[in-house]
């Protein structure tokens, strides 16, 4: 049933939605300095990807898409926890989460 409904709605739309996410992302990560809302742009950007996969994978009726996809949301979970673990790291060195003061770590 999925498959019919994802059909129904053109092939556009879908790019022009995660092109619209894709650019909101890039945005975030070239406007702000706090590193968590960075890491949240860069989540962003990946499920715009992961979008535009499920979409060309159910519009081929290929379901290599879809596994990419499977396996690209596995990575994204170990750098999600990998990301907090060194973003809690930071902030108890340097008691905030500005970009602009990392250069406190450097040796």
């Known amino acids: 049933m999925i498959p019919e409904v994802v059909q129904t709605i053109p092939l556009q739309y879908y790019i022009y939605l995660a092109t619209a996410l894709f650019v909101i992302g890039i945005v975030g990560v070239l ?3 706090n590193a968590i809302i960075i890491f949240m742009s860069v989540e962003l950007m990946l499920n715009a990807v992961n979008l ?9 009726s290929d379901p ?3 596994v990419f996809v499977f396996f690209i949301m596995a990575v994204a979970a170990a750098e999600v926890a990998i990301g907090l673990a060194l973003i809690v790291v930071i ?12 250069n406190k770590l450097k040796w």
């Open 64 to 66: 290599n898409g879809q």
């Open 31 to 33: 406007t702000r300095r």
């Open 52 to 60: 535009l996969l499920i979409a060309f994978s159910v519009y081929r």
């Open 91 to 102: 902030y108890r060195n340097v008691r905030s989460l500005d970009i602009g003061l990392l």
